[in-house]
């Protein structure tokens, strides 16, 4: 005597639903890890001297709207803490003025000692770059800067 049909039955068969229970669990731990390992980027501060003012304005303008050029008592400019040379600064600066819709404005922070050639010269390459906002960041506005923190 045959059995047919073989007499035995799957007890567990393939499910063609993707189990979703633990979806808030994954995307609450991912969640978690991309706010742990990020890092924001701030701004290095260059070792200069700032010049002096008698007088100063604070600028209110939103952080993203203004560049700071950084220009060292050795002639060693920087533009958001990336050394660049002088001749680079024009063609760096002119697409980011237009991105910006020119309002754009650049904080010039030297030391107290740059040479005014250089000082000239970069306010030669802004003005071939088109931008005309432009400030000049001193020792007053910094104090300013620090007791509003």
């Keep these: ?13 393939a499910s063609d639903k993707i189990p979703d229970s633990s979806l808030a669990d994954i995307a609450f731990l991912l969640l978690i890890f991309f706010m742990v390992t990020t890092v924001f980027r701030t701004d290095k501060e260059q070792d200069i001297i700032w010049p002096q003012a008698e007088a100063t304005e604070k600028i209110d ?28 600064v024009s063609p760096l600066v002119a697409p ?6 020119q309002r754009l404005v650049v904080s010039i922070r030297s ?38 923190r």
Excluded: C, H
Excluded at 61 to 88: C, H
Excluded at 96 to 101: C, G, P, Q, R
């Design 1 to 13: 005597m045959s059995i047919k049909g073989g007499g035995f039955n799957r007890k567990s068969s």
């Design 61 to 88: 303008e939103k952080r993203d709207d203004i560049l700071n050029v950084w220009m060292t008592q050795a002639g060693e400019i920087f533009i958001n803490d990336q050394p660049i040379q002088m001749s680079q």
């Design 96 to 101: 980011l003025y237009v991105e910006t819709d």
């Design 111 to 148: 030391d107290r000692e740059v040479p005014y050639r250089l000082i000239d010269e970069m306010q030669e390459q802004l003005k071939a770059a088109g931008v005309v906002r432009v400030v000049f960041a001193t020792e007053l506005e910094q104090r300013m800067t620090r007791a509003r």
